[in-house]
């Protein structure tokens, strides 16, 4: 099962992520594959990336990598939040290294550790706190279960 899940949240505007355990490029990579191909998927939606329970294992020069995938992929042309929700300072360190590498994309990329800070920075609002934790308890129900 892969590490990272996703929902869309049409009515919202904003593309759900929940990592869970060791992430590696590969698993970045495949993950975007497989969003970019979603039907549901929009450019123009917000991103809110919840990486609280995630660890990563993508290495500094890794990261630069990644960058340059993103940016040949021309689905990311509309300019949108994104916000990465994180809790270990090893998640944290890639986050901050990913913001100070993602120059010439267009995202609007801010790290957070409060999961009101990481919302607001997407547009959402108050009353959509419980929709958001619920879609992100089935995203790890999600990722859980298949890991046992």
Known sequence: MQPIQYKILPEKKIILDYCHGSIFLENLIDYHKELYSDLDFNPTF????????????IRSYEIKTFCEYLKAHSVLSAKRAMALLTASPNVTLFSLLFKNEAHGLPFNIEVFSTFTGAMQHVGLKPEDRDIVENAIKELKNKITQYSH
């Open 46 to 57: 917000n991103l809110f990336i919840d990486l609280r329970e995630a660890d990563s294992r």
